[in-house]
């Protein structure tokens, strides 16, 4: 339902005619009908009513709704601690996860604002809350998988393969040159201890997620199996996508079974 919709509403249950609002109210019947029809901004119309040039009016309006809006705006990045900081200043809430902003969704002051206006009703906004916490644990459980069968089937062994051309050439270096392989193969050895490094924190980063996925995958309580997927499984991905960008930085192009994110960007 609109504004105009809610007006008209409300004047039919007061038993008024258009004309009679606008007496109460001092404006013109006309200003009423626009109004009704989400033609017109009430507060302006009632300026104008008073004398004041339209434009005039509009900039009234404007300049109220910057003042009332400036504890809310921020000109900068809304996802950075700088953001969290200036919240926390400014006395808003600070919601730092999507459990925690649903149920702020479905809380008693919000519950009333959308029952009054004819939004949700309680039914419907438990509905939607059990609806969008399903949701947020199926997404992360998906993305969870996915990345798991990726980092396990495709990442792991061809960073691995691309160590064993490296282990193949450091040898080839060594039978020939005994005494020189380390200086000339420096390079070589590095990359190959680095990405023993990041194959290791991968193996244990996707064991430790599949394992927090087992634990809140037998939980009832809804909401305790939401907030755990979004605090103990959603964590394990950004480690396992940080050791699997590390390793697209060293595996061989041709090797890499995946676009990387350079060619992504210049793809025509």
């Given at each position: 339902?609109?504004?105009?919709?809610?007006?008209?509403?409300?004047?039919?249950?007061?038993?008024?005619?258009?004309?009679?609002?606008?007496?109460?109210?001092?404006?013109?019947?006309?200003?009423?009908y626009k109004w009704e029809a989400d033609s017109a901004l009430p507060e302006v119309d009632k300026l104008i009513a008073k004398g004041i040039k339209k434009d005039e009016a509009i900039l009234q309006i404007i300049r109220k709704y910057i003042i009332e809006s400036k504890k809310i705006r921020f000109e900068g990045n809304g996802y950075s601690a700088e953001w969290l900081r200036e919240a926390d200043r400014r006395g808003l809430e600070s919601i730092q996860s999507v459990p925690d902003a649903f149920k702020i969704f479905s809380s008693k002051a919000y519950s009333k604002l959308f029952d009054k206006h004819k939004v949700f009703n309680e039914s419907e906004i438990h509905a939607r809350y059990e609806i969008n916490m399903e949701n947020l644990i199926k997404k992360i459980q998906i993305e969870s998988r996915v990345l798991a069968d990726m980092a396990a089937n495709h990442i792991v062994p061809t960073a691995i393969h691309y160590q064993n051309i490296l282990i193949k050439n450091v040898q080839g270096l060594k039978d020939i040159l005994p005494n020189e392989y380390l200086d000339l193969a420096a390079e070589e050895i590095r990359?190959?201890?680095?990405?023993?490094?990041?194959?290791?924190?991968?193996?244990?980063?996707?064991?430790?997620?599949?394992?927090?996925?087992?634990?809140?995958?037998?939980?009832?309580?809804?909401?305790?199996?939401?907030?755990?997927?979004?605090?103990?499984?959603?964590?394990?991905?950004?480690?396992?996508?940080?050791?699997?960008?590390?390793?697209?930085?060293?595996?061989?192009?041709?090797?890499?079974?995946?676009p990387k994110y350079r060619e992504m960007m210049t793809i025509n």
């Open positions: 339902m609109t504004i105009g919709q809610r007006i008209a509403q409300k004047r039919k249950e007061l038993g008024l005619s258009q004309e009679a609002l606008g007496s109460k109210l001092g404006v013109s019947r006309q200003s009423i990359t190959i201890q680095t990405i023993a490094k990041h194959v290791k924190a991968i193996r244990e980063n996707t064991y430790l997620m599949v394992e927090a996925r087992k634990k809140y995958n037998h939980m009832d309580n809804l909401v305790a199996r939401a907030t755990g997927y979004s605090e103990d499984v959603l964590i394990y991905l950004d480690k396992i996508r940080h050791d699997i960008d590390k390793l697209e930085l060293i595996v061989d192009d041709e090797l890499w079974p995946l």
